[in-house]
C-alpha cells in the first residue's frame, strides 16, 4: 500500500483522557504514514478546539453515555443505538479508511461496531488499568487491542493484546533543560475534575510547612473556581508560588517540578513517567469502576509514587510526605529512577506499527 493512499479513523470520546492518546497516535499516523487521519468523536466545542489547533480533521458522530445514566437515560441511550450505528456505519462508507482506532468513550461504540460489520480493520487503545465500559465490549470484536497497564491484559484475549504504554505527545518526550536542585518545586494539578479538594488541602497543609517556607516553590494549576482563592492563600501563608487556572506549558512545568501531586488519570501518569517524576498521586474517587485508583497502584507498587486516598488527603497529610520527601533525597532519586523505568515512550509508534501489520494482512 502507498502511503500517501492509507486513510485512518481514529475515534474516541471528548474527554482529555481519550483524545490526547488519540491525537498523538494521529500525528505518528501522519509522520510514519503520511495516512489521511480523520478524527471522529463527540460535538463538544473545547474538543474541537484541540483537535483543530493540533490541525487533525475531524467530524462529529452521534453517541450517548450509558453508564452513571438514569433508567430513562439509559433506555433512550438503548432505542438509540440502531439509529447512532446506521449514521456510523454510512460515515465510514464516506471516508472508506483502511483501518478504525477506538480510544474510548462512547463515541467510539457505534463506530467500532460499524468497522466491524463493514470488515474494517479495528483495533482499540485502552489507557486505564481497568478498561472502560466501550472498550470492554470492542474488544470482543477487535483485531489487535492496546494496553496502557499490563494487568488490563487480563480481560482481553491474550492473543490480541498488546502492552505499549499510553501515547503522549511529543512535547513530553523531549530532553527537558537542567532541573536547578533548588528551590524544592512541588507541581500540583488537580485535572479537569475534582481539583478543588486538593486545592483546600494544599493551602491548609502551608502553616505545617512554615519552617520549609524558604526552600520551597509551588506552581498549582487550580481550575477557573479556585485560581483567586489559593493565590491569595499561598500569598497570605508567604509561600513563593506560581498560581494558574489551566497551563498549555505542562511540560515544561513537569520538567521543572522535584514532586507531582496530582490525580492519577492516564496520560498523566505517562507524562510522568516519561519525565522520571516522582509523585503523590490522589485518585479521583468517583472515576468510573474507581480506575484511577488501580492505575496510582501500578506505579505504587513499582515505587514511583505514593497513594493518598482522596478522603485521606489533608493539609497535615501532605505536609508530612513533601517534609519526609525533603528529608530523605535518597527516596525521591529512588523513586524517579522507578518512575523512569516504567516510561513507554515508543507507545504511539507500536501502536502504529500494530495497525499497519492489520492492514497489510489485509
Given at each position: 500500500?502507498h502511503?500517501?493512499?492509507?486513510r485512518?479513523?481514529?475515534?474516541?470520546?471528548?474527554?482529555?483522557?481519550?483524545?490526547?492518546?488519540?491525537?498523538?497516535?494521529?500525528?505518528?499516523?501522519?509522520?510514519?504514514?503520511?495516512a489521511?487521519?480523520?478524527?471522529?468523536?463527540?460535538?463538544?466545542?473545547?474538543t474541537?478546539?484541540?483537535?483543530?489547533?493540533?490541525?487533525?480533521?475531524?467530524?462529529?458522530?452521534?453517541?450517548?453515555?450509558?453508564?452513571?445514566?438514569?433508567l430513562?437515560?439509559?433506555?433512550?441511550?438503548?432505542?438509540?443505538?440502531p439509529?447512532h450505528?446506521?449514521?456510523?456505519?454510512?460515515?465510514?462508507?464516506?471516508?472508506?479508511?483502511?483501518?478504525?482506532?477506538?480510544?474510548?468513550?462512547?463515541?467510539?461504540?457505534?463506530?467500532?461496531?460499524?468497522?466491524?460489520?463493514?470488515?474494517?480493520?479495528?483495533a482499540?487503545?485502552?489507557?486505564n488499568?481497568i478498561?472502560?465500559?466501550?472498550?470492554?465490549?470492542?474488544?470482543?470484536?477487535?483485531?489487535?487491542?492496546?494496553?496502557?497497564?499490563?494487568?488490563?491484559?487480563k480481560?482481553?484475549?491474550?492473543?490480541?493484546?498488546?502492552?505499549?504504554?499510553?501515547?503522549?505527545?511529543?512535547?513530553?518526550?523531549?530532553?527537558?533543560?537542567?532541573?536547578?536542585?533548588?528551590?524544592?518545586?512541588?507541581?500540583?494539578?488537580?485535572?479537569?475534575?475534582?481539583?478543588?479538594?486538593?486545592n483546600?488541602?494544599t493551602?491548609?497543609?502551608?502553616?505545617?510547612?512554615?519552617d520549609?517556607?524558604?526552600?520551597?516553590?509551588?506552581?498549582?494549576?487550580?481550575?477557573?473556581?479556585?485560581?483567586?482563592?489559593?493565590?491569595?492563600?499561598?500569598?497570605?501563608?508567604?509561600?513563593?508560588?506560581?498560581?494558574?487556572?489551566?497551563?498549555?506549558?505542562?511540560?515544561?512545568?513537569?520538567a521543572?517540578?522535584?514532586?507531582?501531586?496530582?490525580?492519577?488519570?492516564?496520560?498523566?501518569?505517562?507524562?510522568?513517567?516519561?519525565?522520571?517524576?516522582?509523585?503523590?498521586?490522589?485518585?479521583?474517587?468517583?472515576?468510573?469502576?474507581?480506575?484511577?485508583?488501580?492505575?496510582?497502584r501500578?506505579?505504587?507498587?513499582?515505587?514511583?509514587?505514593?497513594?493518598?486516598?482522596?478522603?485521606?488527603?489533608?493539609?497535615?497529610?501532605?505536609?508530612?510526605?513533601?517534609r519526609?520527601?525533603?528529608?530523605?533525597?535518597?527516596m525521591?532519586?529512588?523513586?524517579?529512577?522507578?518512575?523512569?523505568?516504567?516510561?513507554?515512550?515508543?507507545?504511539?509508534?507500536?501502536?502504529?506499527?500494530?495497525?499497519?501489520?492489520?492492514?497489510?494482512?489485509?
Amino acid at each position: 500500500m502507498h502511503q500517501e493512499s492509507l486513510r485512518v479513523v481514529i475515534v474516541g470520546g471528548g474527554t482529555g483522557g481519550h483524545l490526547f492518546p488519540g491525537i498523538a497516535a494521529a500525528r505518528e499516523f501522519q509522520a510514519a504514514w503520511g495516512a489521511e487521519v480523520t478524527f471522529l468523536t463527540t460535538p463538544k466545542a473545547v474538543t474541537a478546539r484541540i483537535l483543530e489547533s493540533y490541525r487533525i480533521p475531524w467530524r462529529a458522530v452521534s453517541s450517548r453515555a450509558l453508564l452513571g445514566q438514569g433508567l430513562f437515560a439509559r433506555l433512550r441511550t438503548y432505542f438509540s443505538l440502531p439509529g447512532h450505528l446506521r449514521e456510523a456505519r454510512a460515515v465510514l462508507k464516506e471516508l472508506a479508511p483502511h483501518l478504525v482506532l477506538g480510544v474510548g468513550g462512547h463515541a467510539a461504540g457505534p463506530v467500532g461496531v460499524a468497522a466491524w460489520s463493514l470488515r474494517i480493520p479495528l483495533a482499540i487503545h485502552e489507557q486505564n488499568a481497568i478498561p472502560g465500559f466501550t472498550n470492554r465490549w470492542l474488544g470482543r470484536l477487535a483485531d489487535r487491542i492496546f494496553l496502557s497497564f499490563p494487568d488490563t491484559a487480563k480481560a482481553f484475549p491474550a492473543e490480541r493484546t498488546c502492552w505499549v504504554g499510553n501515547p503522549i505527545r511529543e512535547e513530553f518526550l523531549a530532553s527537558p533543560p537542567p532541573r536547578p536542585d533548588a528551590p524544592f518545586t512541588v507541581l500540583l494539578m488537580g485535572g479537569s475534575q475534582g481539583a478543588h479538594h486538593l486545592n483546600v488541602q494544599t493551602i491548609a497543609a502551608l502553616p505545617w510547612l512554615a519552617d520549609y517556607r524558604e526552600r520551597l516553590h509551588f506552581i498549582h494549576l487550580t481550575g477557573e473556581a479556585d485560581r483567586e482563592t489559593v493565590a491569595a492563600g499561598y500569598g497570605q501563608a508567604g509561600f513563593s508560588a506560581e498560581v494558574e487556572a489551566f497551563s498549555h506549558e505542562v511540560p515544561r512545568l513537569m520538567a521543572r517540578a522535584h514532586l507531582l501531586v496530582c490525580r492519577a488519570g492516564a496520560s498523566s501518569l505517562a507524562e510522568l513517567t516519561a519525565l522520571g517524576r516522582a509523585a503523590l498521586l490522589v485518585p479521583y474517587p468517583f472515576a468510573a469502576n474507581n480506575h484511577q485508583e488501580l492505575n496510582a497502584r501500578f506505579l505504587e507498587s513499582a515505587g514511583a509514587a505514593q497513594v493518598i486516598l482522596n478522603k485521606e488527603f489533608t493539609g497535615e497529610v501532605l505536609a508530612a510526605k513533601i517534609r519526609h520527601l525533603l528529608a530523605s533525597p535518597e527516596m525521591l532519586a529512588a523513586m524517579e529512577t522507578a518512575s523512569l523505568s516504567l516510561a513507554k515512550p515508543h507507545a504511539a509508534q507500536e501502536i502504529v506499527a500494530g495497525c499497519r501489520e492489520l492492514v497489510d494482512k489485509t
